[in-house]
């Protein structure tokens, strides 16, 4: 079974442009979570989708976050314009609906500048 | 509002030492506890869970946490350490009602010597 994906690994963008992060979920699985970890700092929560359904955006910064999972497949996260505070680890995680264990990709390192 | 706190930032062990990395957490209701685990260049991956009952729970290489919950903690321990332990560690909350989002706190690096 093939874990979950995420492109690209490492994004080297400068302020003001579009970056879009992408992220493939075990297959199967519903709920699909966005964390972000900025240097230095803990992993911090940004949404969860659960199919294509945004349950919770609680943690999402600023609307310059945009995050889609268009029929509750892969999602993306765009972020425009790009600042540079938004540099960090962005992570996506899945967990099948009824369990409990969330299973994290590698990340995608974004660098601001 | 919910908070994790990991009471180092980096630990260093030589092999055979004992562990305990501390954690600390704020959450007024019914919460699930974590610890995570990240190798250099590998995924998080999950180590333990508590969810109820022994509030001593068994994770994968040997590590062991203990729920106490009047001081709100759920340390990370394991009797002796190996190289291989080199990674950094984070401890996790979620509440019962908060549709599975996690809360973690800082990491904890922990670097074995050999």
């Known amino acids: 079974e093939a874990g979950v994906t995420q492109f690209p690994s490492h994004s080297v963008i400068e302020k003001g442009q579009t970056v879009t992060l992408r992220c493939d979920p075990i297959?199967?699985?519903?709920?699909l979570y966005w964390y972000r970890r900025v240097m230095g700092k803990e992993i911090k929560f940004l949404l969860h989708f659960v199919k294509e359904s945004k349950q919770d955006e609680s943690g999402m910064p600023n609307n310059r976050f945009l995050a889609e999972r268009t029929g509750g497949t892969y999602s993306t996260l765009k972020v425009q314009p790009a600042e540079l505070e938004d540099s960090g680890v962005y992570f996506c995680?899945?967990?099948?609906?009824?369990?409990?264990?969330?299973?994290f990709g590698p990340g995608t390192r974004l660098t601001v500048t | 509002a919910q908070s994790v706190s990991q009471h180092n930032h980096h630990v260093i062990l030589s092999e055979a030492a004992s562990l305990e990395l501390g954690c600390n957490y704020s959450y007024g209701g019914t919460v699930n506890l974590f610890w995570y685990v990240q190798y250099p260049g590998q995924h998080l991956q999950l180590l333990l869970k508590?969810?109820?009952?022994?509030?001593l729970v068994k994770g994968i290489k040997g590590f062991e946490a203990e729920f106490i919950k009047s001081k709100f903690s759920f340390n990370l321990r394991k009797p002796s350490v190996q190289w291989s332990d080199t990674a950094e560690y984070f401890c996790a909350v979620r509440g019962n009602n908060q549709g599975g989002k996690l809360i973690f706190g800082q990491g904890t690096e922990l670097s074995v010597k050999p």
């Open positions: 508590y969810f109820s009952g022994d509030p």
């Open positions: 995680a899945s967990r099948g609906d009824g369990g409990y264990e969330q299973y």
């Open positions: 297959s199967g699985h519903d709920n």
